[in-house]
């Protein structure tokens, strides 16, 4: 039966089973491979025969004949493996293995619609068939998959923490019964609406007639103290309820650590065997409940470290034995939770870093003072490997720096210790849910910004005379210990680093990201918030300065710091990382109206613009643009062309057809990259053009100062 004739709802449940048996079974090869004990073996055998069993059954049931072909015969390998009570070879293993990668497969093409194919289970039920079947010997089987490698990956998927989960019956009781709560919170706010009003009424119309005892008047004034006391009342059990529906919901979005393991047995296992090294892996703290959007962007980053550590840390078993340890090498992938950060360990008992080789490597870019634990934190830079040869599985200096970025876009931090008995230690902080962020408020330069709280230790006051240098860092002596300093206003340009620090005392925020510490001096500590966090977006990825938005109450936009590069050996200034940002600095003022319906990139254009000398006002869409030209005057307009109310294309248009406004230089910073809207937008009269996708900091304000 073809695939479009059957009930796609009995298809879709089965796709789904088919990924997580599939998941399942090559756990199970793992364990039995690693199991010392023969028993053991055979219980996981035993396992692995009724999963495999079962699975045949539902694929018949659906009719997938290649998904129910595989299934068969590894019920016959593993049936004579029973019969015979031995445990599986390697090389059998091996087969089956392939095999539940054939499954998993299938059952992605089954997800996506496709009926998979003989051809595409046919060479794996020769593998499997040949392994049973009498005069067939391995050598004339099919060959099988190529050794894995940097770029031939595991098959391990991203869809292993997809859009679906499960949630246990338990938990949906929970957010119904606090949806319930909100939904009884509705009547309630209705009836006060009521009486609100029918007081309002009776205030009408005694100030109508004109008589206003009072009588009335204390009638009136009971009636608003009652409205009030229950309105004060009923909004207590009010928060109460939000805050308990917002912890279900947490607790519906986490899976279980062990979830963002899945796969690593395996990649351990088959490159270890590619490089003729021997290693187990260990899972701490798998069953540790985890937000299920931490969990999906840890995948990577300890597939990455994984891989590491077998190709830099594990020593050869001969290296090992002369080193007087096991020949097998060990690897643990561990998950801990304190306060509200989890934190993420892969450590191994190999070699450890090359120091003498790091610091050679370091040198072509050294920094003043450097230790050896930030000469250890510099792997995470690109270009830094201890590998001594370049191969398919090391040697190019990328993946740590992959890690790093990508823990640092979940707003954490990622650290490398030397373990005292051998081996590396990478330790990844991570917050327990993207959705909010416990914050500190700052204001630095008339600007409003945001540090999570997680990486403060202390707030300090700071005054002139407590600042000076040490080894060409800027320092900051304290009652608590010597911090290096970052003027925050400084850092990201928004005031001259020549202009002198104030003698009075300012506020100084100690914070510790990536086993470094840092003071930063901000204006005014504003408030500690619970905010909403938003993400910047696949457009502003590369600047590395924010982490993400915080929506503030009053509905306004604080960017949140990236503390790890606060924290850096040597922080460059925002303004140093825009290549020769003075040279746009006008010896005039110019000022430049920034339309976008984005809060987050109207925000982080006018650091840019601020940074480079720039005077900048903001406008959320066309309509609010022209209203602010009719009466401020501006000296350049960067609009989006993608907005509601009027778009950047009839923003230039209403401009270009103004009297006064003619001459007005527009630049279109915008996401449509089709030639078509280019061409479109110039003949409207823009100046420039400039896709977000290429968005580049220098070239964009090359491009202001050639305008203006």
């Not at 496709?114 to 067939?136: F, N, W, Y």
């Not at 060959?143 to 490698?149: E, L, Q, R, V």
């Not at 119309?205 to 009636?223: H, K, P, Y």
């Not at 619970?530 to 009053?554: F, H, I, N, Q, W």
């Amino acid at each position: 039966m073809k695939a479009e004739e059957l009930d796609r709802q009995l298809l879709t449940i089965f796709a789904r089973e088919v990924r997580l048996r599939s998941s399942d079974m090559a756990r199970i090869l793992i364990g039995i491979d690693e199991a010392g004990d023969a028993e053991d073996k055979r219980r996981l055998q035993d396992e692995l025969l009724r999963m495999a069993h079962s699975l045949k059954g539902a694929a018949g049931l659906v009719e997938v004949r290649g998904i129910e072909s595989i299934c068969h015969w590894m019920e016959e390998v593993l049936m004579r493996a029973s019969k015979e009570q031995s445990a599986l070879s390697r090389l059998e293993l091996d087969v089956l293995l392939r095999a539940a990668d054939a499954i998993k497969e299938a059952g992605r093409l089954l997800a996506g619609g496709e009926m998979p194919s003989s051809a595409k289970t046919g060479s794996v039920v020769r593998e499997l068939e040949a392994t049973v079947t009498p005069g067939v010997a391995y050598g004339n089987m099919p060959p099988g998959p190529p050794p894995p490698s940097a770029e031939h990956q595991v098959p391990v998927r991203s869809t292993d923490l997809d859009g679906s989960m499960r949630v246990s019956a338990d938990r949906l009781d929970a957010l119904l019964h606090r949806s319930g709560e909100l939904l009884a919170f509705d009547a309630v706010v209705r009836t006060h609406a009521e009486r609100a009003s029918d007081l309002r009424e009776q205030a009408g119309r005694l100030r109508t007639v004109g008589s206003f005892s009072e009588t009335d008047a204390a009638g009136i004034e009971n009636g608003l103290r009652e409205l009030a006391a229950s309105l004060h009342s009923n909004g207590r059990l009010l928060h109460s309820a939000v805050t308990a529906l917002s912890h279900e919901v947490r607790r519906a979005r986490t899976q279980p650590f062990a979830a963002a393991c899945k796969g690593l047995e395996r990649i351990v296992r088959d490159m270890a065997a590619h490089v003729n090294k021997s290693a187990t892996l260990e899972i701490r703290g798998g069953e540790i409940d985890i937000d299920r959007s931490i969990l999906a962007g840890l995948q990577d980053s300890l597939r990455h470290l994984v891989r590491n550590a077998v190709a830099h840390g594990i020593q050869s078993p001969e290296e090992r034995r002369l080193a007087g340890k096991p020949e097998k090498g060990r690897i643990v992938v561990s998950a801990s939770v304190s306060g509200d950060r989890v934190q993420v360990v892969v450590k191994d008992d190999g070699r450890g870093l090359d120091m003498a080789s790091l610091r050679k490597l370091a040198d072509r870019a050294p920094i003043a003072s450097e230790d050896e634990g930030d000469l250890l934190q510099r792997v995470f830079e690109p270009g830094i490997s201890t590998s001594a040869s370049v191969d398919r599985l090391a040697g190019r200096g990328i993946g740590l720096d992959i890690v790093r970025r990508a823990v640092e876009d979940m707003r954490g931090t990622a650290a490398v210790a030397q373990v005292p008995e051998g081996g590396a230690a990478f330790t990844l902080t991570l917050p327990l849910t993207l959705a909010t962020v416990r914050a500190l408020v700052v204001h630095v330069a008339g600007h409003v910004l945001t540090i999570d709280t997680s990486c403060v230790e202390r707030v300090i006051r700071v005054s002139a005379e407590n600042i000076g240098f040490e080894q060409e860092r800027q320092v900051v002596t304290t009652e608590v210990g010597t911090f290096s300093l970052v003027d925050l206003a400084h850092w990201l340009g928004l005031r001259a680093a020549g202009e002198p620090i104030s003698r009075e005392a300012r506020p100084a925020i100690i914070i510790r990201a990536g086993g470094r510490e840092a003071a930063v001096l901000v204006d005014e500590i504003a408030a500690e918030q619970e905010l909403l966090a938003r993400s910047l977006g696949p457009r502003l990825e590369k600047v590395r300065r924010y982490c993400g938005a915080m929506v503030l109450p009053d509905g306004r936009i604080a960017l949140l710091l990236n503390t790890s590069l606060l924290c850096a050996p040597a922080p460059e200034s925002f303004a140093a990382s825009i290549p020769d940002a003075a040279q746009f600095r006008k010896p005039k003022r110019r000022k430049v109206l920034v339309v976008d319906d984005s809060k987050y990139i109207r925000t982080l254009v006018r650091l840019i613009l601020q940074a480079a000398g720039y005077d900048v006002a903001m406008a959320s869409d066309g309509q609010e643009a022209l209203q602010h030209l009719h009466h401020q005057e501006v000296d350049v307009v960067v609009a989006d062309v993608d907005m509601p109310s009027m778009n950047g294309f009839e923003l230039t248009q209403a401009i270009r057809r103004s009297e006064r406004l003619a001459g007005l230089p527009i630049i279109l910073v915008t996401g449509r990259e089709a030639p078509e809207d280019k061409a479109h937008g110039l003949e409207l009269g823009a100046n420039a053009y400039v896709a977000k996708n290429q968005f580049d900091a220098h070239q964009f304000l090359e491009t202001v100062s050639q305008v203006v």
